[in-house]
């Protein structure tokens, strides 16, 4: 099973237009901002997990509309943010909110547009306190996840086990999340709501990871924007705290390198990558993790489908 | 009646014996500063007043702490954010968590304090729904009233009308909740809950105007501290809303003064304002929101008692 484009765009659609019902009145230094964020762009890819999620579980009206569109409001504030604590300049082609406007309308912004989401997480006509509990406690993961990376550009001992925890609290939970309020949304039985959850998690934990392979590996020139500045940034990923941990000093010799020269500090880089087997290594993991979400899904039975097609939608983007 | 300082301590330590419960672990970026603000002080007015609320519509035991905290914990995220976006470097007598820390930090731990705070209302046994959607829409308020207070900062043409709707979003609205959290914990009938809101709203404005008034015409050497700074910055209060409206000129002369020589521009100000009569007519304001917020009580019969005695607590202060 796949899931068609056709089916894809009327999902999107849905979703952007609730997203610019959400906040279309207020003082100029909010409304702005945030319409100008939620209009942005974006691949919506958490909101459709939701919805899929609701409908492979038997809700087929709009009980999980409210629900995605608070879980992309949610994504949304923490990137206004990000951005603005990484001082990135653009986001999907575009001025960051904090360099169109100014940090304190860009903290501001995110501010409303969490509380915009958390409004629009209550319009939920099923399941409202479940639903505010699971957001709460993704929400808090976030964060978590946000504290530990910036705790760790300043760390080069930093485990696999403190790396894993970290993109599971930064970027699981929210897939994780996105998945268990379609649930939530569908009035499934507790032991489903955690599988999707956890599948959910499991699938983040593997894009990320893969996130990282496509940066160094991948041929388009899209990827590998964004890996220079992290790196440079001090930024860990599961491919250099890997590396760090077998070739210490070649990797660290590899990282100042790069700030004089990226390009040939990245060359060095996957070579070692590649050497050490690294590469392999991260390719394996991503494989392993992607078994563990789907068997997850187990438990729905034929259901599963729609999800299936879902991860693999997620996983085989090329850029 | 009066409110026994034997009492309001007792109330002070439990406030302040659950803020510390409430993260006690997690990465140490966030545990850090968040215990840090939590314990640094501040008169814990708004849980009080949920507290009082709660015990004057009879409910006598916890209920109402886990909203009362909440408030508190909603009120010292705005500070923690305010403070990045307006600079300040001291807060009670201590270095700000982005002064401390930095602004990555600061940003970071004010939106993990609103998601504590969010978790800590989802503990209450009792009301959580409504209490909920009271929180959202209080917390969108506050930041809808840092909104407008930025956009007037670029006008000088800012009407009374709308100097009142900025501090109603930005101050009335917290004491509103922390009042309204109070009633739902105590389980009142909505006409009672409607009240108790309206009683802190306008509270919150009366003790707004009078915090201007004492910071200008206050023999205490402890006022006077911030309205310098926030004359420096364009900061509209409703003593200079006032003055712009009857003596543009000569008003926008004395704040063009304080730039250069604060005291100087200070006394020019004092004078225009005492000549103009806006002293008067600002005490008169006070005066009267204080009799619409009493007003408000009635409904409680001779419960009313206690929160009376907390608004002349809250107003006769003199720093």
């Known amino acids: 099973m796949t899931i068609s484009p056709e089916y894809l765009s009327t999902l999107r659609e849905r979703i952007d237009r609730r997203l610019v019902e ?8 909010l409304a702005e901002p945030i319409n100008y964020v939620l209009t942005g762009g974006g691949k919506r890819l958490r909101p459709i997990l939701t919805m899929i ?5 038997g809700t087929r009206d709009d009980r999980a509309l409210h629900a995605a569109v608070a879980v992309e409001i949610l994504h949304n504030f923490t990137l206004v943010h990000d951005d603005v604590m990484d001082q990135d300049r ?3 082609g575009q001025p960051t909110v904090h360099t169109r406007w100014d940090e304190g309308v860009a903290i501001l912004t995110g501010d409303a547009m969490f509380i915009n989401a958390l409004g629009e997480l209550q319009r939920s006509s099923v399941a409202v306190t479940a639903m505010s509990q699971a957001f709460t406690k993704g929400a808090l993961a976030v964060c978590e996840g946000q504290a530990l990376d910036k705790e ?10 403190e790396y894993r925890t970290m993109i599971d609290l930064k970027t699981g939970y929210m897939l994780g999340l996105a998945a268990e309020l379609g649930a939530l949304a569908a009035g499934s039985e507790p032991a489903q709501v955690d599988s999707v ?5 499991l699938l983040g934990r593997a894009f990320q990871i893969q996130d990282d392979l496509l940066e160094l590996f991948s041929d388009s020139g899209t990827m590998g924007k964004s890996l220079g500045s992290d790196l440079l940034a001090d930024k860990k990923t599961y491919l250099v705290v890997a590396a760090l941990d077998v070739a210490r000093e070649e990797v660290q010799g590899a990282l100042e390198l790069a700030k004089g020269d990226l390009e040939a500090g990245m060359d060095v880089l996957r070579d070692l990558l590649q050497q050490n087997g690294i590469q392999a290594q991260a390719e394996g993991v991503v494989k392993d993790t992607i078994a563990q979400a789907l068997d997850e899904l187990n438990i729905l039975g034929e259901r599963k489908q729609s999800l299936v097609a879902f ?4 996983l085989n983007r090329k850029n």
């Open 22 to 29: 959400v906040y279309p009145h207020g003082p100029r230094l």
């Open 53 to 57: 999620t609701a409908e492979a579980l």
């Open 90 to 92: 653009t986001r999907h």
């Open 152 to 161: 760790f550009e300043s760390r080069s001992d930093v485990s696999l086990e």
């Open 197 to 201: 959850r956890r599948f959910g998690q």
């Open 311 to 314: 991860s693999q939608l997620v």
